[in-house]
């Protein structure tokens, strides 16, 4: 089984809600990593999870907060965002930091 | 670090059609993937293929490590294979992608 899940599939919210993101894998891949995506742009890697730890954080604001709760779960808890937040949010897991990536669904975000 | 530069950007065909995207890398590959993104925004695994040939039904792909491009082939194009294909790299360091600009596809019926 090859399936990432992702939840929900669509969100909208306020500038000043809090929120999460949730992805769930059960490949028993050890690497989970969280993209951003705009309009007819690629995806944009925001934050790699190895191990559970976090090994890569490519400078994104704080507003975004990652959180891996196990080897199966990784968390994004959203904070204050901008309209210009609005993307689609990936999630991919591998079986090492360097392997072969899958990827969720992704969860289509809009700030208003 | 490495660029990835695929083509072309945009490509129309007639359903039944066959076609052949490129991707060309700057430095060497050890880590090759192509992906198709439907229209809902799903990343499907189309191929892992740092070199050699892979087939999987309409699809193949060709990767020349050597002379640094890889080549997706999609025969008898339907309209499900309509969206934007990705040619990916994926550092042998960090485990980061690094995306091409990608091909964005349409196949008319």
């Known amino acids: 089984d090859t399936e990432v899940t992702q939840t929900p599939k669509h969100l909208v919210m306020g500038m000043t809600n809090k929120k999460s993101l949730k992805c769930e894998q059960h490949?028993?891949?050890?690497?989970m990593y969280w993209y951003k995506q705009k309009a007819k742009k690629p995806p944009e890697l925001m934050f790699v999870?190895?191990?559970?730890?976090?090994?890569i954080n490519e400078s994104v604001p704080s507003r975004f907060s990652p959180e891996c709760p196990n080897s199966s779960l990784l968390n994004l808890h959203l904070h204050a965002l901008q309209p210009e937040d609005s993307a689609l949010y990936l999630c991919?897991?591998?079986?090492?930091?360097?392997?072969?990536?899958?990827f969720g669904p992704g969860t289509r975000l809009t700030v208003t | 670090g490495i660029q990835v530069e695929q083509s072309p950007p945009d490509l129309i065909l007639q359903e039944g059609a066959n076609s052949t995207l490129r991707c060309n890398f700057s430095?060497?590959?050890?880590?090759l993937q192509w992906f198709h993104q439907n229209p809902w925004g799903q990343l499907i695994n189309l191929f892992y293929i740092p070199s050699g040939t892979k087939q999987n039904g309409r699809l193949s792909a060709t990767t020349v490590a050597t002379e640094r491009y890889s080549l997706l082939y999609i025969s008898s194009s339907q309209t499900t294979d309509s969206g934007v294909y990705f040619c990916v790299h994926g550092s042998s360091n960090t485990g980061k992608l690094i995306f091409g600009q990608g091909t964005t596809l349409q196949v008319k019926p």
């Open positions: 999870y190895s191990y559970e730890k976090l090994s």
């Open positions: 991919a897991s591998s079986q090492a930091r360097k392997g072969e990536q899958y």
């Open positions: 490949m028993g891949h050890r690497a």
């Open positions: 430095d060497s590959v050890n880590n």
